[in-house]
């Protein structure tokens, strides 16, 4: 009887256990429940393997639609090695595989990605198929399945007409998107192209910009006839990449679609604006400041709620210190300056996430900041509100079968990779199978890594992937594509927690040309006066379709005021007070004429707090500096100290009363100065005509040394580029003689020092004003600290009172700026100096010295 007491607690503990819900947002279900087993298994060979085809472990997406209209989302995966696979959704998720009998297996097909579209308008949703790698004749062409709706069994059909209809592109595809670029009502289609080419695809060279690249991408316009006609050159696809990803997106808010395309290895992103007459140019280099160096997926979306979208690229930076060592190369000066001099972009391994500022200033790419910019080898990123808090999220898969970028590899196949077989080489590369991220938004530009708080870090090689209702409960699932395991789909359980928001699902109901409404702007107002924003586009992340069902998580406590809807015409629907957890329907036939001709936000009428006037004041100036690599005599550093300038100086140096500019020089040129006129404009001279131009003004100040009304300059001499006790680092006083004229100082004991800045004040209260100069660090001798300086003024003499006053001035740090404030309000000023890899640091005058207090608070000034 104990024993049987013993069993029966230990199955009673069982079946607790068992029962138990996940306390993870997120749960992983079993292929064996689904029925979904789709493994996009690859096996390699040893003539077919990563060392013979870059490409072979790029992967597939997933296509989502309500493919038999049965209401419930349906699952369409591509396959390389493999088939195609079409899962119907049966509700509860339970899904039926009617891959053979509907016709998309494509077996002899390396298909990758793929888009939903109704290109036909019988209300059926089609799938264009992208495929790549074989080389036969016609094995690489693209696949278009018309859906012909369900035969005289029930079954659900579809039939192959990419030819019929001329868009059978046969270019190594990775992607494609469906675009109404013309603004003419129907869609035209985009095919993203990357063939390996036998150029080593990382070496610097001529941009081909022609459109003769065999590595250019695709264009075809729709006839409205059932073709299509290339037009790739006549709308000015002509730049060549190495792509995986493509995006469609109003990016700069003048009702026209955009085309964004994410560029491998040294080729750059492309930011194709479209010039509203057919064709488009790439404004890349004007829009953002910098890219991801070998981008992969990407995303756009409006993650801060500012009714403006931004963009997530993702590359392949490790977490961890281990991954960074073992696989990312040096990033050289020389890769910096071959950009330049090959007109590339300026690109860094990580991911990149873009801000939008609106159409009058570049992105901000706050990617390190936000805290998502290191997630390995990554390739779909999504953003999604999947937790019903009113911010988007951010899901991003990764993980490749064989790192061929391990450095250990790169040395083992240098030493042996000529008498190793290729077994050996392959056993030798290392295996990334790490768990994929998942990413909280915190509603303040920053994210928090929830990958194992939501139960989604489960160690895979996973590519495309979507976000999707698959039960219709009002949240995001997710699906996954994976390389030799089986497809992830995962049930998000945000209805069995007792904390969560609301939503609302908004499924339009476009044209007949344009039945998902692509490039419709939709947007959700909120009674804490608040505004969520989506632009509807199905292709998302990398080679998938998501559902065109727009998903809003709405924040706990939040009632919904209005819907509007935006189609691409002006045309415009408004709702007021849809019910909250509950999906709408819009129907284009019946919105009205909006404002506008084109899905235009409006935008705030406010005038800008600045406007540019140089022109207008004549105070056009360009710094020239000639390149110093520093790198070359200090390889240690981190940046460049050569390059700090220009110092700059405001005074009026000619007794007119109206303040003048001047600014510093960088050695082999003279510091200028504008001279103001009467009607507030400028003219600019040599401020020192007759000076040594070898000099490098690192610190300006106007100021009266001699108290005899006028201003004086002293400049402050540095950048390390000559040799130590160089003449080049010997700061100068010059004598103002009232009208602006400058003669050197020669009673001046110069003090000869690399030095940053120039501070004054009077500390000792005698009537004449004393200077602080801060040095930053001499030449080849970084992270060592150069000589500061407090210099009191004797009745117009500066003498080197350091030692006596401040001696632990002197070495105080990397000096980068510094201010004099009476911060005790005893009527003495305090000296504050900030500087790189040094604490603010605050030398407190007691009437006799000035004393160091360390403020205990940390900065790294200089660093950027």
Not at 291 to 298: I, K, L, R, V
Not at 612 to 620: A, F, K, M, Y
Not at 665 to 670: E, Q, V
Request: proline content about 3%; some cysteine; aromatic content about 10%.
């Amino acid at each position: 009887m104990k024993n049987l007491s013993f069993y029966l607690a230990l199955l009673g503990g069982i079946l607790l256990i068992s029962c138990k819900k996940s306390d993870t947002l997120f749960e992983l279900k079993s292929p064996e429940s689904t029925g979904v087993s789709f493994n996009n298994e690859i096996i390699e060979t040893d003539s077919f393997n990563i060392l013979t085809d870059e490409y072979i472990f790029n992967g597939g997406g997933v296509a989502i639609a309500d493919f038999d209209q049965n209401g419930y989302p349906d699952l369409f995966f591509t396959g390389n090695q493999v088939s195609n696979k079409l899962y119907l959704n049966q509700g509860d998720f339970k899904f039926e595989d009617v891959s053979a009998l509907a016709g998309i297996e494509a077996a002899n097909f390396w298909c990758t990605g793929s888009a939903v579209v109704d290109i036909n308008g019988d209300g059926w949703m089609d799938i264009y198929v992208v495929s790549a790698m074989k080389t036969g004749p016609g094995e690489r062409n693209n696949l278009l399945f018309v859906n012909q709706g369900n035969n005289a069994e029930g079954q659900i059909t579809f039939k192959e007409m990419a030819e019929s209809y001329g868009i059978a592109d046969a270019g190594n595809g990775m992607g494609a998107a469906f675009i109404d670029y013309d603004l003419d009502g129907d869609l035209d289609l985009y095919v993203l192209n990357n063939e390996q080419s036998k150029i080593i695809p990382s070496n610097y060279r001529e941009k081909i910009t022609d459109g003769s690249a065999i590595n250019n991408d695709a264009f075809y316009r729709n006839n409205g006839d059932g073709t299509f006609t290339d037009v790739t050159l006549e709308a000015g696809i002509t730049i060549e990449g190495f792509g995986l990803g493509l995006l469609i997106a109003d990016l700069n808010n003048d009702g026209w679609p955009d085309i964004h395309v994410s560029n491998d290895y040294v080729t750059n992103d492309i930011l194709y604006i479209n010039n509203q007459d057919g064709t488009f140019s790439n404004q890349s280099s004007q829009k953002l400041k910098h890219q991801s160096q070998f981008s992969m997926g990407s995303d756009i979306a409006d993650f801060n709620n500012d009714l403006k979208p931004d963009l997530i690229t993702l590359d392949m930076l490790g977490e961890d210190n281990y991954r960074k060592k073992t696989t990312i190369g040096k990033n050289s000066y020389q890769v910096y300056i071959s950009n330049e001099q090959w007109g590339y972009e300026y690109q860094h391994v990580r991911n990149m996430l873009h801000l939008n500022n609106g159409e009058k200033a570049p992105f901000s790419e706050i990617g390190m900041y936000a805290g998502i910019y290191q997630t390995d080898w990554s390739w779909s990123p999504l953003f999604g509100d999947v937790d019903n808090d009113g911010q988007r999220d951010l899901l991003v898969t990764n993980g490749f079968p064989r790192d061929i970028t391990d450095k250990d590899f790169a040395n083992y196949r240098a030493d042996v990779g000529s008498i190793a077989t290729v077994r050996q080489l392959l056993d030798s590369i290392p295996i990334v199978k790490i768990p994929n991220y998942a990413f909280k938004n915190q509603g303040d530009l920053t994210f928090k890594d929830t990958g194992k708080d939501w139960g989604l870090d489960k160690p895979s090689f996973s590519n495309g992937a979507a976000l999707v209702d698959l039960d219709l409960d009002g949240d995001l699932d997710y699906v996954i594509n994976n390389i030799n395991d089986p497809a992830f789909v995962f049930e998000n359980k945000l209805n069995e927690k007792k904390e969560k928001g609301g939503y609302l699902r908004v499924k339009l109901q476009g044209p007949v040309q344009n039945s998902q409404g692509l490039g419709s702007k939709v947007i959700v107002s909120l009674s804490d006066g608040n505004q969520l924003f989506q632009e509807q586009q199905v292709i998302r992340g990398y080679m998938s379709s998501i559902e065109e069902v727009l998903h809003f998580g709405i924040p706990a406590g939040q009632s919904i005021t209005s819907l509007k809807v935006i189609w691409p015409d002006g045309k415009v629907n408004e709702l007021s007070s849809p019910e909250l957890n509950s999906k709408v329907e819009v129907s284009y036939k019946t919105a009205n004429q909006g404002p506008n001709q084109l899905a235009i936000l409006d935008e705030s009428s406010e005038d800008s707090l600045f406007e540019e006037v140089s022109q207008n004041l004549g105070l056009v100036y360009v710094h020239q500096e000639n390149d110093k690599i520093d790198f070359n005599v200090q390889r240690t550093l981190p940046h460049k100290l050569t390059q700090y300038g220009p110092a700059l100086a405001v005074g009026d140096i000619n007794g007119d009363l109206m303040e003048d500019l001047i600014i510093g020089s960088s050695s082999g040129f003279h510091p200028q100065v504008f001279l103001q006129s009467g009607n507030g404009t400028f003219s600019q001279r040599d401020l020192l005509p007759e000076g040594n131009p070898n000099f490098e003004e690192m610190g300006v100040l106007l100021i009266d040394l001699d108290n005899d009304g006028d201003l004086d300059l002293y400049l402050v001499s540095g950048s390390n580029e000559f040799p130590t006790n160089s003449a080049e680092y010997t700061d100068r006083v010059y004598l103002n003689d009232g009208a602006g004229n400058f003669s050197l100082d020669k009673n001046f004991n110069a003090i000869k020092a690399s030095g940053s800045t120039v501070r004054a004040a009077d500390f000792n209260q005698d009537g004449f004003i004393d200077l602080f100069v801060g040095g930053r660090t001499p030449i080849a001798q970084y992270p060592y600290p150069e000589n500061s300086y407090l210099l009191q003024n004797n009745q117009g003499i500066l003498e080197d009172v350091t030692d006596q006053i401040a001696p632990e001035l002197r070495t105080v740090g990397m000096v980068t700026d510094a201010i004099w404030s009476d911060v005790d309000s005893d009527g003495l000023m305090d000296l504050i100096v900030v500087g790189e890899l040094m604490p603010i640091t605050l030398f407190k005058n007691d009437g006799s010295q000035l004393k160091k207090v360390e403020t205990g608070l940390e900065n790294h000034l200089g660093w950027w």
